[in-house]
């Protein structure tokens, strides 16, 4: 890294607005992008991802706010004079055009011809592993491929950013996991910050360095994929993000330690308190199904019965009936023949591991 | 076997489709067949011969037929490049300008002339030259026949048109292409199809009109159609007739040609929608 740009953000989202005559996309929305960084927008169909996408690429005006490229404000230049490229959901990729003449037509709009322009669509191809199909037309290309032509096309005129519109979502289910790694190993060979928009949050946390949760036009939350998982900041991200038990607590503030007290009135203790909560207050607890361990019953445990088992495969999944008419989900790994299985109807203990629950204000 | 519930198990369904083939096809099929009679008769055949095609180029109405035929040709040709490029214009100008009011109103307004009885428009035009003492001649068939052309020919281009996706053009802009640059080397050549069957439809559109034809050209100047009236006029002979087979003949050439251009539009948009 050197020069100017060291410091400064990719790209910056500063109070971004943006209105579809009276639909809100987007509300006020402040994101900034590091240099060099795969970053991932991630949330449910119209949270306002894409919208953010195309009002970096240039195809969405502003209704208020800035974009800034590397401290330049772009929110005014049309689509061709921004130095961002695009890969779309679809890829659209020219039909009339080889392979070749759709990664090299990013440099024939920039004026660069010649021997290097051939040289460099020729390295992309080799990027890509397209070498031997440079001369097909897209239709004669599976999706995979299509789709890494779409990559090579987007990357070849040397972009400062890369913005990839849920591309892998038209992929088969191994074809998508591969192109994770794929897009993973680009993403550090060429050293391009990748914006990434998705619904997939398998697919967010496996690349991403950092990532946005957004919901209705909002981001949530902003962090890398440990701090969203263990630390949602409310109770969208933290539903939309894994699978999570949501318990309704009272808390009980003592000298050292917080009780939380469950409907039924068993206590949980939990070691952090977010900043706002009194002393006596009703929260939300937060208990991943993974972090919850069963065990045969024993004194001084929570007691529970197994009122659902399913069988997924790596894991059993437990519908688990409490005290007072509370249910949660656990699950554990099929790791060991040791490790207990309980099947439908069995009384169980629930153990809550150190960190386990978390606090969400209401 | 076809499909139990199929039409084609209803009770009657070949007898329809022979009658239905008959009546559209019986009256082409006699003009052609007697076109080759060697008789002067039109009802009675006397023998196979080329006798009546020789007479189109070589006979006593020959130069008329020439003439009639460099008309229709070349108001044809361009009256279908003219009203093309409006079409294309129109429909471009039209389909990528985003919501604007009257939207359908102007949709509506393109494509009103195809609907408005020919003789109406026929009459109007010829109205409006006189008012303006445009002389009736060459020139007001050429400019009458661009003018009905138009909303033919922006048909299939307007088609094609809504067929490709707004994301080539996203795409082709997000990777700098200036406005002018995005034309030429992304619409444009999608829009092709679209464009040459436009051009082909205007084109016979063109080649076959009498209505309007006949009420703006002037004295002697005719087309093969109004050429083919007047000689009807004082009787059908059969040059008549292999005139006819022969015009038939260019416009099932055109028609295939449109045809498979259109297959390799639609080859082309096949792929429009990615894996």
Not at chain 1, 80 to 91: A, C, D, I, M
Not at chain 2, 249 to 267: D, N, P
Request: proline share 4%.
């Amino acid at each position: 890294m050197s020069g100017p740009q060291e410091n400064c953000p990719a790209v910056e989202i500063r109070n971004v607005t943006k209105q579809f005559g009276s639909f809100i996309a987007l509300s006020d929305v402040s994101v900034s992008i590091r240099d060099k960084e795969f970053f991932t927008l991630l949330g449910p169909s119209g949270c306002g991802k894409t919208t953010l996408l195309r009002l970096i690429a240039g195809f969405e005006d502003v209704t208020g706010g800035e974009v800034l490229l590397y401290g330049e404000d772009i929110a005014r230049l049309p689509p061709n004079r921004r130095p961002v490229n695009t890969v779309f959901q679809h890829y659209a990729l020219f039909p009339h055009m080889t392979v070749r003449e759709n990664i090299g037509f990013g440099l024939k709009m920039r004026g660069i011809t010649g021997q290097d322009a051939e040289n460099r669509v020729n390295r992309m191809l080799d990027l890509v592993h397209l070498e031997a199909l440079a001369e097909r037309r897209p239709n004669q290309l599976s999706g995979g491929q299509q789709q890494r032509s779409a990559l090579a096309r987007a990357i070849a005129p040397g972009p400062k950013v890369l913005l990839l519109d849920e591309p892998l979502s038209a992929l088969d289910l191994k074809l998508r996991q591969a192109m994770r790694l794929e897009l993973k190993r680009l993403q550090q060979e060429t050293g391009i910050t990748f914006v990434f928009v998705t619904h997939d949050q398998e697919e967010a946390l496996a690349m991403s360095d950092r990532i946005a949760v957004m919901s209705e036009g909002i981001v949530q939350q902003t962090g890398t994929a440990r701090d969203i998982y263990d630390r949602p900041v409310n109770r969208f991200v933290a539903n939309f993000i894994g699978e999570t038990n949501l318990l309704d607590v009272e808390i009980d503030r003592r000298d050292g330690s917080v009780d939380c007290r469950l409907a039924n009135g068993e206590i949980v203790e939990v070691e952090s308190v977010p900043a706002g909560i009194g002393s006596t207050a009703r929260a939300q607890l937060l208990i991943r199904p993974e972090r919850i361990e069963l065990l045969p019953p024993q004194a001084g445990s929570m007691r529970g019965r197994i009122i659902e088992a399913v069988y997924l495969g790596t894991d059993m999944q437990y519908l688990v009936l409490l005290r007072g008419d509370i249910r949660i989900t656990a699950r554990s790994q099929n790791s060991d023949a040791a490790k207990p299985q309980f099947s439908t109807g069995d009384e169980v203990a629930v153990l809550l591991g150190d960190g386990a629950a978390r606090l969400l204000l209401h | 076997m076809p499909d139990l519930n199929s039409v084609r198990r209803y009770p009657g369904f070949n007898l329809v489709t022979l009658l239905c083939l008959l009546i559209l096809y019986v009256p082409l099929l006699v003009v052609m067949v007697y076109s080759f009679n060697a008789s002067q008769s039109v009802t009675m055949w006397g023998g196979a011969s080329l006798r009546w095609y020789h007479d189109v180029f070589y006979g006593t109405e020959s130069a008329k037929f020439k003439a009639a035929a460099w008309n229709s040709v070349s108001i044809a040709t361009i009256a279908a490049i003219v009203s093309t490029c409006i079409a294309t214009a129109a429909a471009i100008g039209m389909n990528r300008s985003g919501d604007f009011k009257l939207r359908s109103f102007s949709f509506g307004l393109v494509s009103l002339p195809i609907m408005v009885p020919e003789i109406v428009t026929a009459v109007a035009t010829l109205v409006f030259f006189s008012a303006i003492g445009f002389i009736l001649g060459y020139n007001s068939i050429l400019v009458a026949h661009i003018v009905f052309c138009i909303p033919f020919a922006y048909l299939p281009i307007a088609a094609r048109l809504e067929g490709i996706e707004a994301t080539y053009e996203e795409a082709a802009q997000d990777l700098y292409a200036s406005h002018g640059q995005l034309l030429r080397y992304v619409l444009l050549p999608l829009l092709t199809p679209g464009i040459l069957a436009g051009y082909l439809l205007a084109f016979i559109i063109s080649l076959d009109d009498f209505i309007i034809t006949n009420f703006v050209k002037g004295a002697g100047v005719e087309t093969l159609p109004t050429a083919i009236f007047g000689s009807v006029k004082s009787g059908i002979k059969p040059n008549i007739m292999a005139l006819s087979t022969l015009m038939l003949m260019v416009s099932i050439l055109l028609v295939t040609l449109a045809y498979f251009l259109g297959r390799i539009g639609a080859r082309h948009s096949k792929s429009d929608k990615g894996g």
